[in-house]
């Protein structure tokens, strides 16, 4: 895994150097698309649950630009809305989830033999439980709703940042200015809060950027099967799913929101490609 | 290859996945196979999943019954026009109020060779008749039928309870199996009958296979292989319409009708069905029981538009009533709620509920075309007046098993079909007995038992005008609309659509075929 790599690239040889263009893409696709989403109510053409029921499936026009869809909705204001719900939710799950893998890698690591042992084996047991699984049982007990829905993407992804942080952890721990802190009379908390953690910080980020893409695919894909956001709001992975059967007739309906889908997640990688090179160039010059 | 663009490819093709997911149904595939072309086996595409193949089994004519009308065989049938024909009975008569005789063909054979006679036919009653049998399509008959009879090998005397108009018609859809194979096998994965096909193999959940009995009596149908599949979803139907899997499926949403209009492959069409659709309501919670509030949903919501636009434009809303013409007989004094969302907030207010209410409208997937957008278009125009509705959804078999307790949703897209048009019948499924209904309406339950025993068609027509204006005044639906029967078939494949959506092997021939 690329992002675990990092750590140790730093150690090695450095590799060519290259130009950030790439990066620098992906996070003004991101911030864009962020930005389009957030302002969605002011930039939105028409009103995303407004319906004309006579004319549907209009195909994309100069009043609605990306076409109408089975109701006669503006699939636009459909796409920027359903991005507000779709990325507001994998942004929340994802902060989660690293707050959670790095609170249980560093106790982890930190904690003892007993600690290491239960959460590694808990940590097992979740990756043996495919993501799209557990949301499904999950979410068919608890309803479909948004807290219901967070949580679930969370718990289908903590398990990385756990692995990443428990790793960084243990070798931080491993280093001689942490002994010498400890003889200087820190306790384990000050040396996680001064020392462990802000080391784990630009890992995690990087993590982060991969986390999201996963989470927001897993999102999609349970609005999709009819699981996630509920209509009439919209959500991209269930308007992909709502276009479905009209494909070959009215390709619109799902592929505006699909392209959103993939937009986002290859301008995250980007950037997030970029972060982690920044970050290993960071390590080499401290050392 | 660096390492970003190698990551960032992973990425794409990972998003790709995404759209993927939609795309697989969408590539226009060029299969080979159907029955244009192939003249041992023709595949038809079922909207449900099956569930029992019991000739006592009453399914729905979208799964089961279909597949047992290709297998079994009844007293009579009605034909692609609608008329009323013998199929094991060359003829029948009336001797009183209550007692038919219907006299039987010779030389009826099982599939396996067994004979049919009336003994067989009176055992199949008996089999109904008896409560201990718990079939579902007993107790229908034990309400209408006293007592089977078989005086000789040709000859069954059926005694109703009371008098009952349209018996003949209400027996087309009985069929027989035989006694000692029910006894030997289980009927539901093993029918035995003696119509034009029988079974090969059967897996519920996906389909069943056909083929010819040998033993039929009637006209030999022209395919000797039937394969049903199972096709629970319209984007299932559309995908196997564009892989060329099937070579005729029904219940396709207009809306994915259109992209077959310049096909090559299919014919299109779309027409009026037997299947009455409604909002049945559940009044066992307090703001429903008020007539008010019911009224007021059938004033907030423009059935024209949703018709028209979502079904097609022929589609007309039910004139306020739970019957459509032409399929049934209707009372043409009735007129449909007019949309009219200003009396419908004024009756709401009157009913004490001026800031609105909350309701729950749950749909069974895949079951009724274009289902999704209708609950859709409802709620918005339910939301104008103040009635916010949550539209939940579930597979069909959950979805039915909690239409029959008083735990179901507020409101349910559901529609009736049957394979007859007696309307004692047709207006039987909303009285207060019947096992989806979850309101008590004492009024309406008394004229529909008087038009069951009704002893001609005058006082028929009296008592239906009468219980229809009843429930009308005291609506305890939302009166929608008839649903449409959609089709695409093999443009190589002589068919005659019809209305109750059977989709019967025997019906299709090759075009131009001898």
Not at chain 1, 223 to 249: C, E, H, N, R
Not at chain 2, 255 to 284: K, P, V
Not at chain 2, 463 to 485: G, Y
């Amino acid at each position: 895994m690329s992002v675990i790599t990092t750590s140790t690239d730093a150690v090695t040889a450095a590799p060519a150097r290259r130009r950030p263009v790439y990066g620098i893409v992906g996070s003004v696709v991101v911030v864009a698309v962020a930005v389009l989403t957030i302002a969605a109510p002011l930039v939105a053409p028409h009103d995303p649950l407004a319906q004309d029921l006579t004319g549907l499936l209009r195909p994309p026009s100069a009043v609605h630009p990306f076409g109408t869809d089975e109701l006669g909705r503006d699939v636009l204001s459909r796409v920027l809305h359903g991005g507000r719900v779709a990325l507001g939710v994998s942004l929340v799950a994802t902060v989660l989830s690293a707050v959670l893998g790095v609170g249980l890698g560093v106790v982890a690591a930190l904690g003892g033999r007993y600690w290491d042992a239960t959460l590694g084996r808990l940590a097992d047991v979740q990756l043996a439980v495919p993501g799209i699984l557990l949301a499904l049982v999950v979410l068919a007990f608890a309803g479909s709703g948004t807290v219901a829905l967070v949580v679930v993407l969370a718990l289908g992804s903590w398990v990385l940042n756990f692995r990443i942080a428990r790793v960084h952890a243990t070798f931080v721990a491993a280093q001689p200015f942490i002994e010498a802190a400890r003889l200087a009379g820190a306790s384990t908390v000050e040396v996680v809060r001064r020392h462990v953690v802000p080391a784990l910080g630009p890992l995690v980020l990087v993590a982060a950027t991969l986390t999201f893409s996963t989470v927001l695919l897993l999102e999609s894909s349970l609005g999709f099967l009819g699981l996630g956001v509920q209509p009439p709001t919209p959500d991209w992975g269930q308007m992909v799913a709502s276009g479905q059967a009209q494909l070959a007739g009215a390709w619109w309906v799902s592929i505006f929101p699909g392209a959103a889908l993939v937009v986002v997640i290859v301008g995250v990688q980007l950037a997030g490609d970029r972060l982690a090179e920044r970050f290993s160039t960071a390590g080499r010059a401290d050392e | 290859m660096s390492r970003t663009s190698g990551r960032a490819l992973r990425a794409a093709l990972a998003g790709a996945a995404v759209l993927l997911m939609a795309g697989c149904s969408g590539a226009l595939g060029g299969g080979s196979g159907g029955a244009g072309t192939d003249t041992d086996t023709l595949t038809l595409g079922l909207s449900r999943q099956l569930t029992s193949l019991d000739p006592g089994s009453s399914g729905s004519i979208d799964g089961d019954a279909t597949v047992q009308g290709a297998i079994f065989s009844s007293l009579t049938k009605i034909g692609p026009d609608q008329k009323l024909v013998g199929d094991l009975a060359t003829s029948w008569r009336q001797d009183s109020d209550v007692q038919w005789t219907f006299v039987l063909r010779d030389g009826v054979k099982f599939s396996n060779g067994d004979p049919l006679d009336a003994a067989t036919v009176k055992w199949n009653f008996d089999r109904l008749l008896d409560p201990a049998t718990k079939l579902t399509s007993g107790p229908a008959l034990r309400a209408i039928i006293a007592r089977v009879d078989a005086p000789d090998a040709h000859t069954v005397v059926v005694t109703t309870k009371k008098p009952y108009l349209d018996l003949d018609e209400r027996l087309s859809t009985t069929t027989f199996t035989e006694q000692k194979w029910v006894e030997s096998h289980n009927p539901v994965l093993e029918p035995l009958g003696s119509g034009p096909y029988q079974l090969q193999s059967v897996d519920l959940e996906n389909g069943a296979t056909l083929v010819r009995n040998p033993n039929y009596y009637g006209d030999r149908p022209y395919y000797d292989k039937v394969a049903f599949k199972v096709l629970g979803t319209e984007a299932a139907r559309v995908q196997a319409l564009q892989s060329g899997s099937v070579d005729a499926a029904i219940q396709l949403d207009p809306q994915s009708l259109t992209q077959f209009a310049g096909s090559d492959r299919y014919t299109t069409g779309s027409q009026w069905s037997s299947w009455n659709m409604t909002l049945r309501i559940n009044e066992t919670k307090p703001p429903l029981q008020d007539p008010r509030v019911r009224q007021a949903l059938n004033y907030a919501v423009d059935k024209k538009t949703i018709a028209s636009s979502l079904l097609g434009p022929d589609i007309q809303p039910s004139s306020g009533q739970v019957l459509n013409a032409p399929y049934d007989q209707v009372n043409p004094d009735l007129q449909a709620y007019p949309h009219d969302p200003a009396k419908a907030r004024q009756l709401l207010a009157e009913a004490g509920y001026p800031n609105g209410l909350d309701l729950e409208l749950a749909l069974s997937t895949g079951t009724y075309i274009a289902s999704d957008p209708i609950a859709q278009a409802i709620a918005q125009q339910l939301g104008e007046v103040g009635i916010r509705i949550k539209v939940t959804t579930a597979q069909f078999p959950s979805w039915v098993q909690r239409s029959y307790t008083d735990d179901v949703a507020d409101l349910i897209y559901i529609g009736y079909s049957s394979g007859y048009r007696a309307p004692a019948e047709r207006l039987r499924i909303y009285t207060s007995t019947y096992s989806q209904s979850h309101f008590s309406d004492p009024a309406y339950d008394a004229l529909v038992d008087q038009l069951t025993t009704a002893t001609s068609r005058e006082q028929q027509t009296n008592l239906l005008d009468r219980a229809t204006q009843e429930f009308h005044d005291n609506p305890h639906v939302v009166f929608l609309w008839p649903q449409p029967l959609t089709w695409a078939v093999n443009k190589n494949l002589d068919w005659v659509p019809r209305p109750e959506h059977w989709l019967l092997p025997q019906d299709f021939r090759p075009k131009n075929a001898d």
